[in-house]
């Protein structure tokens, strides 16, 4: 399995570590406990495509955002999770 | 159709009598049942656990206009896709009362269904490192002795009288004892499958096979019935068993659900002479390996730690597990591994399941069997079908609701938290 990094190019999954979806957006710090909730625990858990975290740490160690096909395991596109926003995972 | 149902108990005698006219007389274990349009309760999914629902319904509440629903055919998913191990070594209540029921319910299974599960209890042993694996089995181990289960802690010497062809002088994962559970061991996947099956037709039980569930009937928040590929079913209780595909079938009726499906996978060498009597998890990196009855020897580590639902691994879990299988017990490498697949796991946040109610009044789910589903079979169905039978769950299922996770009282036994890759 070979994953592409926009910095590195095609690299050896062994490099990459998978942190998990990449949709969720984080709550304010006050919002509502079952909103944290729904952000915390509540997956959609796609059958197909996915945007999931990955971090390519023993390459050049940037946080990414892959989209995947979960029934596949292709992977068709990434970019650096830089352009994401949006605060922490 | 019913004289299926009134088919022989199977038996020393039936099989004699059988051996003397060219085994003519047996029957087809179960009936492959078309759909009616109406039961009192269905279950999705004829995996061990949905088979399982169905047969205490009938058994244990006297519900037996019930069918079970199934896409492809019965055990086609993870039931066939596991490594058959059976144990009740729990740190935490909620579970470890949970799987001790399972493990009551192993030990009389087969009396129970009439059906040899082929369940051997050869022990499980989880093997020790260092003080602090070491403490952690002594605290796991006096847990369990506190909910009356076996639990004993082997010092060096007595793991070597027990596997003498270990690595003993590895550096780095040095073996220094273990935890032992003599009770636990392993049954045989297809046969709880076809047991179950066939005990539940017998107590008039459908299953129906080759029938997907395609939408839910619910009106002012209650269940109706289902949509499926053979038609729509009525029905006031509907009982979701769907292990990897829970989000996708939940999704169907709205459900959202704290669950990530992950492939694990399992791999199985050429077959050799019994030399692997128990079961043992090492305590260098996950692995755990068996032998077969048939004689392979059969292991598996993590999960490869990305959502999937392609039924397949990759490479770099496969040279996990081998590398720690070698690091334990370099035999291994004189093998050849004959097989090897990844079954979808249903991980929730907490890396322990759900067999609950719904929000949908007559909706059950039972789910997030992480990768311990297999063992949780018997004591899975004995909760579904009281939760679904009573509207209320079980002491022994009483922690595995479905708010747990909203309410904060979840149950991590690893305490990696809501990341189900790491559970």
Redesign the interface.
Known sequence: ?RLPCPHCGSR???EF??Y??ADPVRPAAGAP??VW??Y????????GL?N?LWQHVHGCRRWLVMT?D????AVLGARDGGSRGGGAA | MSGVRAAMNYSGLALLREALRGHSGWGPAWRDAAPRTEYDALIVGGGGHGLATAYYLAKEHGLTNVAVLERTHIGSGNAGRNTTLIRSNYLLPGNERFFEKSMQLWEGLEQDLNYNAMVSQRGVLNLYSDDGQRDACVRRGNTMRLHGVDAELLDLAQVKAMYPYFDYRNERFPIRGGLLQRRGGTARHDAVVWGFARAADRRGVDIVQNCEVTGFRIEGGEVRGVETTRGPIFARKVGLCCAGSSSRVGELAGLRLPIESHVLQAFVTEAVKPMFDGVVTFSGGTFYISQSDKGGLVFGGILDGYNSYAQRGNLRVVEDVMEAGMAMMPLLGRLRVLRQWGGVMDMTMDGSPIIDLTPIRGLYLNAGWCTTGFKAIPASGWCFAHTMARDEPHFINSAYRLDRFAVGAVLDESGHGAHPNRH
Request: hydrophobic residues 20%; proline residues 11%; charged residues 20%.
């Open positions: 399995m050896p999954a062994d570590t998978c998990g979806a406990a079952q909730h729904d915390v625990h509540i997956r959609p858990n796609p059958y996915h999931e995947r979960t029934r596949t395991h």
